[in-house]
């Protein structure tokens, strides 16, 4: 039986040795991109830095009004609440042979999204997280490892579902990304009817798509669907976040501000910093234009302490709980 992610086999030995070969050169290109991200961050950082008071700062994010801040508590619980909705959507399609209840694998989700989020290097943090999770109900790292690839297409669906929407919808004759007001609607309905029609082919049979060496098994419509709107809210909930402590005179139009959120998100897990930190303010910063304020940097700062530190400290501590847990009923047993 064919399964969501299986490996090619065969080929031509002589093909092989070019193809490594250019994959060495491009294999320079991650880290050089990641480096030149983080030194364009320290740049634009420290001259923000050097410019406000940082008592200020303080003051301002005193000054934040507790609707903001209970707004930017609600939006992050929905945010992680949709990032624990990823891996029931990839649970429910794999259907492992062992049993996984809706609950548990909505909590391996929330807990190793939220890792891969606030400490970066989400093959490290993140899939780790999730394959020691899985490991305690008897999976195995093959079927982890599908469940975090499928992750991973949630969160690309996402991010073109919002980028579809911004630019259909938001698009004005002030702001405008690809020059004219007639293209960016023009790409927004692009993107949404690719999304959508690969959605809908995906639902009709067991369709497969081959990706360099490996061959993808579509989900079901439904599914597809689910994983669409689960990407898509944890990324407009997260941006909300954003946008309600940032001050109301600097937003532009909501669209304009969620292409460049997207672009900082996805800046922020090319540098793998954790959280994207220093990358990801520094380019809400420079595509928003924003001025060296104090009220600026409190924003920033607060979103930084709500949306990742604090789900981050949440986190380990049920992290904790469960490997406790899962250890006093591995020395009961042995006791027997």
């Keep these: 039986m064919l399964q969501p992610f299986e490996e090619k086999t065969g080929g031509q030995s002589g093909t092989v040795r070019p193809a490594r070969r250019r994959k060495g050169w ?19 950082l420290y001259g923000m830095a050097t410019r406000i008071d940082p008592r200020a700062i303080g003051v301002a994010i005193g000054n934040i009004p507790a609707w903001r801040v209970g707004a930017a508590l609600a939006l992050t619980a929905i945010s992680v609440v949709s990032l624990a909705t990823y891996d029931v959507c990839a649970v429910r399609f794999l259907k492992p042979s062992q049993s996984i209840k809706t609950f548990y694998a909505a909590l391996c989700g929330g ?7 606030g400490l970066g290097f989400p093959i490290l943090t993140g899939a780790t997280a999730r394959y020691r999770l899985y490991s305690m109900i008897g999976l195995d790292l093959a079927t ?9 297409v949630t969160m690309w669906c996402g991010l073109v579902f919002v980028m579809s929407l911004a630019l259909t919808f938001g698009a004005s ?4 990304l690809l020059g004219s007001l007639e293209a960016d609607r023009a790409a927004g309905i692009a993107l949404f009817a690719i999304l959508m029609g690969i959605a809908l082919w995906g639902g009709q049979g067991r369709r497969v798509v081959r990706l360099g060496g490996w061959q993808v098994r579509l989900p079901s419509t439904s599914i597809l669907l689910a994983m669409i709107a689960a990407g898509g809210i944890d990324l407009l909930a997260s ?3 954003l946008y309600v402590l940032l001050p109301p005179d600097v937003v532009p139009n909501p ?6 959120y997207v672009v900082a998100v996805l800046f922020g897990n090319a540098a793998n910093t954790p959280g994207g930190i220093g990358v990801f303010e520094a380019t809400i910063v420079t595509g928003l234009g924003l001025a060296e304020r104090p009220d600026i940097a409190a924003g920033l700062i607060l979103f930084r302490l709500i949306y990742f530190i604090a789900p ?13 847990r899962h250890r006093r009923q591995l020395r009961r047993q042995r006791c027997v």
Excluded: C
């Excluded at 290109?29 to 740049?43: D, E, K, M, R, W």
């Excluded at 669209?255 to 460049?260: D, Y």
């Design 26 to 44: 491009l294999g320079y290109a991650g880290p050089v991109f990641a480096i030149g991200l983080i030194v364009y961050a320290v740049v634009i």
């Design 255 to 260: 669209a304009l501000f969620m292409i460049t």
């Design 144 to 152: 982890v490892g599908r469940i975090m690839a499928l992750t991973w």
């Design 239 to 241: 941006a909300a976040t």
């Design 111 to 117: 807990i190793a999204n939220v890792f891969a989020n």
């Design 312 to 324: 981050l400290a949440v986190s380990i501590g049920v992290f904790g709980v469960i490997e406790w």
């Design 173 to 176: 004759d002030d702001k405008m």
